[in-house]
């Protein structure tokens, strides 16, 4: 946010050019570019269309200015909008910095920013102009600037009473403005012009950083610099509330197809919206997007890198061929819709070698795969009712939308979700704490975990999703994780071991839920090869391919710091090659092996409590 430091009242300018101590320049002629604002819009950001334009943040110093730019510019590059926010601060300490607090030199200030955001807003960025301006005659110039050219000007009166703006006060100068240290400080004693018509009104000392952006996001909207669908909404399937006694009555009359467990855990994926914008279980031509590109690519690259099909078999196939819609029972319930479907041929080997790079008919996942239809079929899915699993869980099942309202509720400014299918550790927790210590020192003020374990489907071998929760809930208790800014919830999806490719699965569904910053560990999504016993995917793999992965870009991977335990501190610690001889690598295995044994980790391995649950199920098997 710009300062104001020595500011004096603004003197009545007249038209006769100002002496900055520079020489004007002459002979000089404007040189067209040969490449249009069209063709810079075709290549300028993910989204077609050029979108060029200035937002001018003004108000009083604490207003709120530099916090809702900064949030502005990260909403729009998450969801492919080029923009560059040109802060006051940043911008005096560059270009301006032979500039000072004269109401001269502020003027020239105003003038090269405005200069300089029209050269933003002319190669096509959103450029958001983050000043106080507190006279209007600059803005009024800032704005002529840039309609000279044709480009779009938003002026937002970033309004919070000066009372408020005191209390604020971040940079401690209306303190010391107070006190006379400074002289001429803008509200103090020296005059803010408000604006008199300006593009928008945000009020910061009554909505919340997410409401500003929306707003302005809407502004931008409706004069057709973002796209509508930019904001990338949740789409559920379940059958509208006004349609949803016609919809039942309609599936008590079709054709039936019986699905199981899995299958209907992939019903609730496509209902809650996680798999958005799929309208059901794919067709082929997303089949064959998804196996091939790892992305659907209509409608814009979106990252889809697993295939959410139904297999039927060739018998099953037979029956519901030519009809217009069936439904889908589970347990005896029919629990779905699916209209206009398409069958097509499962390609088993070919699927697997391609999403798993292997046709190891020992891995789970793969045998379930080798086991199922011949063929697969896609369509649009209705669901009937929301989807319960009546195991005591169902509270910690938040859809998507849920999430997003959730972190709505608690003013997070930054989210960081960290997926998980075992028992948390202090190493775990250690790289969630490093995290959010990160983000704090970033800039965020209330960075929110997103603590999001699998509850779909896993193999026998690993620890089932209620004792995971048990051990989840000791450790939140324990103050390892603090409950304050940690959202525990289920994601309903299946495991399916896929390494790599199953890991852009799972970040891009945290994605939707409004998630921008995602945790990825060693070997996310892998197991040991069910043959050889060795790593079926390379382990630093999963982690550099989401680096790269198409489709992301509203994501932010955090990679996982190696954390293991320092025998000397008795803690988890950030692993220090130099000290090699300190740490003790503990294993998944290890840990499980000692819990049945019924032994205890070293002391600061886990939290004691948690250890406990963990133990507890161990038990249990053996009594079993």
């Not at 900055?20 to 000089?28: E, K, L």
């Not at 958005?276 to 992305?295: I, S």
């Not at 519901?320 to 069958?343: H, K, M, Q, S, W």
């Not at 130099?578 to 819990?595: C, L, P, Q, V």
Request: glycine share 8%.
């Amino acid at each position: 946010m710009e300062t104001s430091r020595g500011i004096h009242k603004k003197a009545k300018l007249n038209n006769t050019v100002q002496n900055w101590g520079m020489q004007r320049a002459t002979n000089v002629t404007y040189q067209a570019h040969h490449v249009s604002r069209n063709k810079r819009g075709q290549v300028v950001g993910t989204r077609g269309g050029f979108r060029g334009c200035t937002v001018w943040l003004t108000g009083l110093s604490g207003a709120g200015k530099t916090t809702v730019s900064m949030a502005i510019e990260e909403y729009l590059v998450c969801h492919g909008i080029p923009c560059y926010t040109l802060d006051g601060d940043n911008i005096r300490q560059g270009l301006n910095k032979n500039l000072g607090f004269s109401p001269e030199d502020r003027e020239e200030n105003i003038r090269r920013i405005a200069e300089v955001a029209r050269l933003f807003a002319d190669a096509g960025l959103v450029c958001i102009a983050s000043f106080i301006s507190p006279y209007n005659r600059d803005r009024v110039n800032a704005r002529k600037i840039h309609e000279a050219t044709g480009l779009p000007f938003f002026e937002v009166f970033v309004d919070a009473p000066l009372d408020v703006c005191e209390q604020r006060d971040v940079k401690g100068l209306y303190k010391r403005a107070r006190a006379g240290e400074i002289s001429g400080f803008t509200g103090i004693d020296s005059e803010y012009e408000k604006p008199e018509a300006p593009e928008l009104v945000l009020k910061t000392d009554s909505c919340g950083v997410n409401e500003c952006i929306q707003q302005v996001i809407d502004l931008l909207q409706e004069k057709d610099i973002v796209p509508v669908d930019a904001s990338y909404e949740v789409k559920e399937l379940y059958a509208p509330e006004n349609k949803l006694d016609l919809a039942k009555a309609d599936a008590q009359t079709l054709p039936a197809l019986e699905i199981n467990k899995v299958d209907m855990q992939w019903v609730q994926v496509l209902a809650e919206g996680w798999a958005t914008p799929l309208n059901g279980f794919m067709r082929e031509r997303e089949y064959l997007q998804c196996l091939h590109f790892d992305c659907l690519l209509d409608g814009g690259v979106i990252n889809l890198s697993v295939p959410i099909v139904l297999p039927v078999t060739s018998e099953d196939k037979e029956k519901l061929d030519g009809c217009t819609a069936f439904a889908l029972v589970y347990g005896g319930r029919r629990v779905a819709i699916l209209r206009n479907p398409e069958f097509y041929e499962h390609r088993k080997e070919e699927r697997c070698a391609r999403q798993w790079g292997t046709t190891c008919k020992e891995h789970p996942y793969i045998k379930m795969v080798m086991e199922s239809g011949d063929w697969l079929v896609g369509g649009d899915l209705q669901v009937l009712d929301r989807i319960y699993w009546q195991d005591g869980l169902d509270q910690y099942r938040l859809t998507p939308a849920e999430l997003k309202h959730k972190f709505k509720e608690m003013n997070a400014d930054a989210v960081f979700a960290f997926q998980l299918r075992n028992p948390v550790h202090n190493g775990h927790a250690l790289l969630m704490q490093d995290t959010h210590k990160r983000l704090i020192d970033r800039g965020y003020r209330r960075p929110v975990l997103l603590l999001h374990p699998l509850g779909g489907w896993t193999k026998d071998d690993d620890v089932p999703l209620s004792w995971r929760m048990k051990q989840h809930a000791a450790v939140l208790e324990e103050g390892i994780l603090n409950p304050e800014n940690t959202v525990v919830a289920i994601f309903p999806s299946p495991m399916m071991y896929a390494g790599p490719t199953e890991v852009q699965w799972h970040c891009r569904a945290r994605m939707v839920t409004g998630a921008n910053f995602y945790i990825v560990g060693r070997d996310p999504a892998g197991m040991p090869h069910p043959e050889t016993g060795r790593d079926l995917y390379e382990p630093t793999h999963g982690a550099k391919v989401l680096t790269m992965a198409p489709g992301l870009i509203t994501l932010e991977i955090v990679p996982f710091k190696v954390a293991a335990y320092n025998k000397k501190k008795q803690c988890m610690d950030f692993y220090d090659p130099k000290n090699h001889e300190d740490f003790d690598f503990i294993s998944g295995t290890r840990m499980r092996k000692m819990a049945r044994e019924g032994q205890n980790p070293p002391a600061g391995f886990m939290a004691p409590k948690a250890w406990a649950v963990l133990a507890e199920y161990y038990k249990t098997l053996q009594n079993a």
